[in-house]
């Protein structure tokens, strides 16, 4: 079974300043990984997803995610956020040829100006 | 591409009654629907996983004659709460495979 872990369910920053949302796995065997974003009263949509090739995948809004297979992680980085980053943010695996997802808890992403 | 849209969007219903809610992808076909329930500011949890054609395979848990699930075509599935209850309140979302898993915009129930 594969589970999701993300540490901090809220996340505070100011406008323009830099943020990590963490995101580490456990999984037996190889994962797809995946980050969504969810607004307030609206369903998720995908932000960005590692499958294969390169493990620094980017999105078109600035944010990135590395994925790290020695330390099971897939953290999610942008160096300078905006207020409209606010949102919830959803780290998410995939077992190859599976069409499951299993979630996180999710990070509340909460930037102030 | 791989747009799925939900209906409604919000509904109210009296303990009792039963609701209906659609789950379609708008622009794919595809073969897997999921339907999850969210409650507030938690993660979403799978309910029911939705084969075309074939009968919903359901997470430990969730009563099936409770979540009835038809997935009748390949663009089209339906959740339906019966005899709903103040407790079955709370946010479905859909989600369509094709490849990946694209999500409906959610319908909030809350039942009085």
């Known amino acids: 079974a594969q589970s999701v872990t993300q540490l901090d369910s809220q996340v505070p920053v100011f406008e323009e300043a830099p943020v990590e949302l963490r995101c580490n796995y456990s999984s037996s065997v190889s994962v797809y990984l995946f980050w969504y974003v969810q607004y307030p009263n609206q369903g998720l949509q995908l932000l960005l997803k590692y499958l294969s090739g390169s493990t620094l995948v980017e999105s078109i809004n600035g944010f990135e995610a590395e994925f790290n297979k020695s330390q099971t992680s897939f953290h999610l980085r942008k160096p300078s956020v905006h207020i409209s980053d606010t949102a919830e943010y959803f780290c998410a695996v995939r077992v190859s040829g599976y069409s499951t997802l299993t979630f996180g808890k999710g990070t509340m992403l909460l930037v102030s100006p | 591409g791989a747009v799925v849209s939900q209906h409604p969007s919000w509904v109210i219903c009296k303990s009792g009654t039963s609701v209906k809610i659609e789950c379609r992808s708008l622009d794919f076909q595809a073969t897997t629907m999921f339907w999850y329930r969210q409650f507030p500011k938690q993660s979403l949890m799978l309910m029911a996983t939705?084969?075309?054609?074939?009968?919903?395979?359901?997470e430990q848990g969730v009563e099936k004659d409770k979540f009835l699930i038809n997935h009748a075509s390949l663009t089209l599935s339906t959740l339906t709460v019966t005899s709903a209850h103040p407790e079955d309140s709370s946010f479905y979302i859909c989600?369509?495979?094709?490849?990946?898993?694209?999500f409906g915009p959610g319908t909030r129930l809350t039942v009085t």
């Open positions: 939705s084969n075309e054609g074939s009968k919903a395979t359901y």
């Open positions: 989600s369509a495979s094709k490849y990946e898993q694209y």
